[in-house]
């Protein structure tokens, strides 16, 4: 069954690539080669979505979760301004898989351990997904990602998700800031979690916040963390956190 949580849009026109390189974190360019996973920011740096950049010819389309296809379609919009290209809706749906990818679908470009995807029908392959989530420490839009998040913060860098010698793109300035600090102070990491909290549970080391808690599977957990505070055994409801970085 294909992944009804993900909407394909498509922009079409000679200048699809040209437009997108002005305004996304990664470089259009690597769309020669299969897929792109780029984001989307505000002014300020902050996260609008997340999504996957797909050649289709002179086309480009976007996969991206569905709840923000919408805001992201319009805000789209807003730059095209005098842009020779559409941006549309489409019927298309998402596979996904691990494995040997069937033909015409391409390799999640964050992970290797996260398969294949693809948009012409191929069959689905029922997956544990979150399992695979954790064990790579990749964040899921309106779970780990949030419109308070910085991409290096989630670990974009990592994930094959931001190119730092492209062009200017919207809020490239910010993110290049953050690079060039000598570390951050804040971020997504893997931590070992004995017990079960529910998604968001502050964590504590002693009585200081120390981060919060996220997806979980496995004895592990994605974690957003105050690196300082972030030693020891630490709480998140019921659970006993730990992180090992």
């Known amino acids: 069954m294909a992944d009804e949580m993900r909407k394909v849009l498509r922009v079409r026109g000679a ?4 437009f997108l390189q002005g305004l996304v974190t990664n470089d259009v360019a690597g769309l020669d080669k299969g897929l792109v996973y780029a984001a989307l920011l505000t002014p300020q740096g902050k996260y609008l979505a997340d999504f996957f950049l797909v ?3 002179q086309d480009v389309l976007i996969d991206l979760p569905a709840a923000l296809a919408p805001s992201i379609k319009q ?3 807003m730059y095209k301004l005098r842009s020779p290209i559409e941006i549309q809706d489409t019927d298309l749906t998402v596979s996904r898989g691990t494995g040997t ?8 470009p964050r992970d290797p351990s996260l398969g294949w995807r693809g948009y012409a029908g191929q069959p ?8 695979l989530r954790v064990a790579a ?5 309106g779970v780990e990602l949030t419109p308070d998040s910085f991409i290096l913060e989630a670990g974009f860098d ?28 804040k971020g997504l990491a ?14 504590m080391a002693g009585e200081k916040p120390a981060g919060t808690l996220y997806t979980q599977s496995g004895g592990r957990g994605i974690a957003y963390l105050r690196f300082d505070r972030a030693k020891g055994e630490m709480t998140a409801g019921d659970a006993v956190v730990r992180y090992n970085g």
């Not at 689905?124 to 399992?131: E, F, I, L, R, S």
């Not at 931001?162 to 060039?180: I, L, N, P, S």
């Open 15 to 18: 200048g699809a690539r040209d």
């Open 55 to 57: 050649p289709d010819g």
């Open 75 to 77: 805000r789209l919009t």
């Open 101 to 108: 990818p069937p033909e015409g679908a391409h390799a999640d």
């Open 124 to 131: 689905d392959q029922p997956t544990d997904w979150d399992a």
């Open 137 to 141: 420490c990749v964040p899921e839009a």
């Open 158 to 185: 990592r994930l094959n998700g931001v190119d730092f010698r492209k062009g200017c793109y919207v809020g490239q300035e910010v993110t290049a800031r953050m690079k060039h600090k000598t570390e951050l102070r």
């Open 190 to 203: 893997l931590v070992e979690v004995d017990g079960t909290a529910p998604v968001g549970t502050e964590i």
